[in-house]
């Protein structure tokens, strides 16, 4: 009887680690998914309408540019 409830309590030790396991690597995962495909828009330059990255546009007033000298130029 022993045997068996020690049986039962090793069984249930190792299901809820698997699981705690698991779910930790399913986290990992997502985050790592969403770090390397940030959601960039692009954005098209005011003056030009070149679309670029809106990390590497140049914005004013609510616009955005291409680079410094189309900024400058609609201003
Ligand atoms: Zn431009």
Known sequence: MTKLLLFIAVAL????A??????????????AERAATPA???VSCSLCGL????SEAV????RYFCCDDHRQRNA
């Open 40 to 42: 960039e828009g692009m």
């Open 13 to 16: 030790g190792i299901f809820v």
């Open 51 to 54: 679309n670029v990255p809106r």
């Open 18 to 31: 698997f699981g705690y396991v698991r779910r930790n690597a399913r986290l990992r995962r997502e985050q």
């Open 59 to 62: 914005q004013q007033a609510g």
